[in-house]
């Protein structure tokens, strides 16, 4: 269906400040359209979608990388720190340095 092509947008675009009417075009239908399209596939408002997939690609590189939070806030599209480990943490429970710390030590051998 064409909220695919939307969705393909989204994961190439996801840094950058993305709008209902953006994502819409991008599946060439109507902003309410879409939005009940989304939510209806995925279950999510096209706000959640964008930041569960930053979070998501924040949590990779906190797992994956030595970049600081400042430079994974600016990575995945936040212009603000504060504004990042704020978000992170409503997402995961955790402050991002937290959290890496808590997969470091999840993933160490037993």
Known sequence: MR?????????????E??????????ANLSTSRF???LKQDT????H??????RMQRAEDLLRNTDLS??????????NSEDRFVKVFKTFSGRRPSEHRRWLQTAEEPQ
Request: aromatic fraction near 14%.
């Open 35 to 37: 939005y009940r399209v």
């Open 43 to 46: 279950g999510l408002s096209p």
């Open 17 to 26: 400040t993305l709008t209902v009417a953006m994502l819409a075009r991008a």
């Open 48 to 53: 959640r979608y964008v930041t569960k997939l």
């Open 69 to 78: 939070i400042k430079e994974i806030a600016f990575e995945v599209g936040y």
């Open 3 to 15: 909220i695919a092509a939307a969705i393909q947008f989204t994961h190439s675009h996801y840094r």
